[in-house]
């Protein structure tokens, strides 16, 4: 890997979290047929696109605001209703993804633990939900490392190719607030300085 590269794999901020995921290899060996595989993801697409949709229409709630009060009330309180629905679908998608693991995560990247490899340069189809929100995302990565681990696991590291950008915002977004929330569990946890 060039320095170029691994500059650039730094410049986004990474956090811990945990997630529930869904990964398929679509090219190399014991690839799925993509066009099969988005044809079972209907439920999991529809999620994506709500919380891609409640994203791009915050900036204008936010103008409604300045203009007419009891109009933005009645779509904020119509929002939360959707929203609730949304959790609705995202635990009927997180039955089927299975229960959250650990993660590292960027706006560049995924970095997870798989009981199989994936050859480097592998093109992977990751369905992911972000919690508490349930916002679901379907992504594109690519494989840029895969180390055996001594537990018989592996270490995939990956980078997002052709992610949207009201996506990578989405994304964005959920790593700003973990990180804003780690920090106030750190306060909270750290003992008060004697001075």
Same mark, same amino acid.
């Given at each position: ?62 103008q ?8 933005n ?14 959790q609705?679908?995202a ?21 997870? %633990?798989?009981?199989?490899p994936?050859? #480097?340069?592998?093109? $992977?189809?990751?369905?992911?939900? /972000?919690?508490? !929100? =349930? ?17 018989g ?5 990956? %980078?997002?190719?052709?992610l949207?950008? #009201?996506?990578?915002q $989405?994304?964005?977004?959920?790593? /700003?607030?973990? !990180? =804003?929330?780690?920090?106030?569990l ?10």
């Open positions: 890997m060039s320095t170029l590269d691994e500059e650039e794999r730094r410049e986004y901020y990474r956090i811990e979290d945990s997630v529930a995921l869904e990964i398929n290899l679509l090219s190399g060996p014991g690839a799925i047929d993509e066009h099969a595989h988005r044809g079972t993801s209907a439920l999991f697409d529809l999620l994506s696109e709500l919380h891609v949709s409640e994203f791009e229409s915050q900036h204008l709630l936010r409604l605001d300045e203009r007419d009060r009891t109009l009330s009645f779509l904020k309180a119509l929002s939360k209703r959707i929203d609730l629905l949304g609705v679908v635990q009927t998608a997180l039955g089927k993804l299975g229960k959250p693991q650990k993660v590292i995560m960027s706006e560049g990247g995924l970095q997870f %633990e798989s009981p199989q994936f050859p #480097a340069g592998a093109v $992977l189809s990751i369905k992911m939900v /972000l919690m508490p !929100q =349930a916002s679901g995302l379907m992504l594109r990565a690519k494989v840029t490392h895969c180390d055996a681990q001594t537990i696991d592996f270490e995939v590291g990956t %980078e997002f190719i052709d949207p950008d #009201a996506q990578r $989405l994304l964005a977004r959920h790593i /700003l607030q973990r !990180q =804003a929330q780690q920090r106030r750190a306060r909270e946890q750290s003992p008060p300085s004697i001075d």
